[in-house]
């Protein structure tokens, strides 16, 4: 744990001496090359960290020996297993040169993804690895490569390129099938956010909370049978992981109520999509294999919280209801403590969820070791 403590504490004085002050895209471009090469060298030079480590490990180590003989290995997609064993032919190349390359591709397209589209990158940083995204690039390998195409899908998703999109998510679904979710999203995130869509979501909710073991059930009745009835299916994980995204979404409608954040088309999808992440994560209180959509939601609750904040610092509230009650809170003053007042809130939250998670030894990342026997 103190591991983690001494690298997020790293993140933070990056931020501080880059970003707290006059921010540029310059300083934004170095505060991610510092962060991202220490999160990179962290990741790169692992040791039996993660759950999946050890499986990860022999599935390489089987696909080697067995060459292009056999292009499939347990249930794993195609995409990752040819991947996989065109990597093992070259020269030299061990499991952890092999987890070098790994990587590479989930830190380098996180760094430009977040240096193009957060308003706030270190922000966003910071999230991504309290909410356990990085986390989850330490051990669900398969999935971190779909999570890295599906940044690149998000630029055809926000221009409302449907095949290009649809396009995209079918070579991610080559290195795990969930991502296929997002093409029924890509039209789910069109509806525009309002209190009577957040109604008609709750409902979904409770009826997708209270029919999901039924539903899951019938799933892998044909589907990933191996998890019928598993643990992962019948336990949930604390929901306490629930409750930044729940804080995130709620402002988020709340502002959009009040017309504090600018409903381009682009925040529209973000608020939609943490919204849908909401719903997984508290769902995954029920049925922990739920954390594996999860994924894909926090991406862009990443991209949300620095447009929640901006949108407070520049304008405020100023909201008037029905019944003709005001609200104004635009003063300088105002939009200060409710904009450093929200930051405060979610960066406490999400440490909240990060300790708590490795309290917990979430993902079995808690105990950091690498192979170059410093730690």
């Not at 987890?99 to 760094?111: G, T």
């Not at 904040?309 to 003053?333: E, M, P």
């Amino acid at each position: 744990m103190l591991f983690y403590t001494i690298s997020n504490a790293l993140l933070l004085l990056w931020a501080a001496l880059f970003c707290f002050r006059k921010p540029s895209r310059s300083k934004n471009l170095f505060f991610l090359l510092l962060s991202f090469g220490q999160l990179f060298l962290m990741m790169a030079f692992r040791y039996n960290v993660g759950s999946d480590y050890d499986n990860y490990y022999y599935g390489y180590t089987t696909m080697k020996a067995e060459g292009f003989g056999n292009l499939t290995f347990l249930d794993w997609e195609p995409g990752f297993v040819i991947f996989t064993k065109l990597m093992a032919m070259i020269p030299g190349m061990d499991y952890q040169i092999y987890l070098i390359i790994i990587s590479l591709i989930a830190i380098v397209p996180m760094a430009i993804f977040l240096y193009k589209e957060s308003e706030i990158p270190w922000l966003s940083t910071i999230l991504y690895v309290n909410m356990f995204m990085y986390f989850m690039s330490l051990n669900f390998l398969r999935q971190m490569i779909a999570v890295s195409l599906l940044m690149l899908a998000w630029v055809f998703l926000k221009r409302n390129k449907f095949f290009r999109f649809l396009l995209m998510i079918i070579v991610a679904s080559l290195f795990h099938q969930t991502v296929l979710l997002m093409i029924p999203v890509y039209f789910i995130v069109k509806i525009k956010p309002g209190l009577k869509e957040l109604l008609i979501y709750g409902f979904f909710l409770l009826w997708f909370y209270t029919a999901s073991s039924n539903i899951i059930d019938l799933i892998t009745s044909f589907y990933h049978e191996d998890y019928n009835n598993s643990e992962f299916i019948r336990e949930g994980v604390s929901a306490v992981y629930s409750i930044l995204p729940v804080f995130i979404t709620v402002v988020a409608f709340i502002l959009v109520k009040t017309e504090t954040i600018n409903l381009t088309t682009e925040n529209k999808y973000l608020v939609n999509l943490s919204f849908i992440g909401t719903i997984t994560m508290l769902t995954m209180s029920k049925h922990a294999i739920i954390e594996r959509l999860s994924y894909y939601f926090i991406l862009f609750m990443l991209l949300l919280v620095p447009v929640i904040y901006k949108s407070l610092k520049v304008k405020g509230i100023n909201y008037t209801n029905a019944d003709g009650k005001t609200i104004v809170l635009t003063s300088q003053k105002a939009r200060t403590v409710l904009s450093v007042g929200f930051l405060l809130l979610v960066l406490g939250l999400s440490y909240l969820h990060f300790y708590f998670g490795l309290s917990e030894n979430a993902h079995e990342a808690a105990h950091y070791s690498t192979w170059l026997k410093l730690f």
